[in-house]
């Protein structure tokens, strides 16, 4: 019997550790966000973790299930089915309305066992992009304070993700905001140092042009490779981002258990991460 436990902040190096055995490139940074958004469960084996799993927390309103890893020595064991469903209560206790993941292909069908559809497929980049001829819009200016970003967020978004965005923005390499002629703010992007690449997301806009704009900033300041993640019907965005010679890498599905995602919205040009949606 698999016995399953909360973990806490302390455990990080344990979570860092665990995530590489299966060539997860996690930090600090990337597991402090976790801690302060999600709770966070694991697994041992001889006081050694061997599986872990979080559930990001939405406002009491939805969930998001991240970094389900088990050790390659544990795996086919029942551990990673006994960590999700000890997450699945949890959300069940908290009266989440909707749970959502990025499935990998090992994982998605344990998901589909424990009652997740496809609501979408999200689009991996990694590579280093070559800069964009098009001007930068000087309307796109650093997000120096987080309160926009999560001003922008809710509008589009029915859930409260200020908890993730705080995390996220507070541990950013760089963050932008746009705004429009009359001075109203019109999208952000941030985006995050995460081992050899800097993982760019989210990305929030009006609209495609808005978007394009945000990341050709983010993309100028990371001055190297980056990851973004793309929900796949924006196939004009992921054209641009190939034009720029962003390989992508593979399309993942997107899942829900008990109802829409309030995150699936048509001004998402970019996931926070995989994790988090």
């Given at each position: 019997m698999t016995v399953i436990e909360t973990l806490t902040s302390r455990e990080i190096p344990d979570n860092i550790r665990l995530a590489a055995e299966v060539g997860w490139p996690d930090?600090?940074?990337?597991w402090r966000v976790?801690?302060?958004?999600?709770?966070v469960l694991g697994a041992r084996k001889e006081g050694r973790l061997i599986g872990q799993g979080a559930l990001g927390l939405y406002d009491g309103q939805a969930g998001t299930i991240a970094k389900m890893v088990v050790s390659p020595s544990a795996q086919r064991q029942g551990v990673g089915a006994a960590i999700l469903d000890a997450l699945l209560v949890e959300a069940d206790r908290r009266g989440l309305a909707a749970v959502g993941l990025v499935a990998t292909p090992s994982g998605q069908?344990?998901?589909?066992s424990r009652?997740?559809?496809?609501t979408g497929h999200v689009a991996v980049f990694i590579g280093t992009p070559t800069p964009d001829p098009a001007l930068v819009s000087e309307r796109v200016i650093e997000l120096t304070k987080v309160e926009p970003a999560l001003a922008l967020d809710r509008r589009f978004i029915s859930c409260s993700r200020a908890g993730m965005l705080r995390g996220r923005f507070n541990e950013a390499r760089v963050g932008a905001l746009h705004g429009s002629p009359a001075g109203d703010p019109r999208g952000f992007a941030l985006a995050n140092g995460k081992g050899e690449y800097a993982l760019v997301g989210p990305v929030i806009a009006d609209d495609e042009a808005v978007a394009r704009a945000l990341t050709r900033v983010i993309f100028k300041a990371c001055n190297g490779a980056v990851r973004i993640d793309v929900p796949a019907e924006h196939t004009a965005f992921r054209d641009w981002l190939r034009s720029l010679g962003l390989p992508e890498k593979g399309v993942r599905p997107e899942m829900a258990r008990g109802g829409a995602l309030p995150w699936q919205v048509p001004q998402r040009f970019a996931l926070a991460t995989a994790a988090w949606g």
């Open positions: 930090d600090e940074a990337d976790v801690h302060e958004a999600a709770v069908p344990l998901y589909e009652g997740f559809v496809v």
